[in-house]
């Protein structure tokens, strides 16, 4: 008597193979980052608006952060740099203050190109599908209307820790 397969050796091979090679591509996403199983995330774009003193010694400026993403973002620092680093008449800042309570680190210069998320505990969040809203004070030279600066915004995705930088450019008015 003939014994009877339900299914031939080669294909149940084919079927082990696809499973497989599933299973990896699935680990290689969520690995990578494209597949995040559901975590939300942060997207933060930032707008800005300045104004230069007649004199250069100081501007203001108007930042909006919006988060266009699903979860909420916790700022880790503002960062403002002139936009043009050589020549005569450049924009110089000496020193930055943001009127807004919480946040610590409110700078000049560029951000850290990996920003650090070890023990953080922002109290400044911008929830997700949100703007806020923030002033941010300058004290320097060559700040005179016309003066291009560069905006950064270090931020975390606060449900994954993944981290990220949004920037502008802004010109003094």
Known sequence: MRRLRAVSDMIAALILIAIVAFAGIMLFLMVSGF??????????????????????SSATLNMVLQNTGDGPAGLLGIYVEPAIQQGAGVASVSAVS????????????????????????????????????????????????????????AYYNINSKQTGVASALVTLQ
């Open 35 to 56: 597949f995040t199983g559901g975590v939300a995330r942060a997207s933060l774009t930032v707008s800005a608006t300045g104004m230069g003193s007649p004199d250069g």
């Open 98 to 153: 943001c009127a807004i309570s919480g946040l610590q680190t409110c700078i000049s210069g560029a951000p850290p190109s990996i920003p650090s998320t070890t023990s953080v505990a922002s109290p400044v969040t911008v929830a997700a599908k949100s703007t806020q809203t923030i002033l941010v004070k300058l004290s320097g030279s060559g700040l005179y209307p016309g003066a291009q600066l560069r905006v950064y915004v």
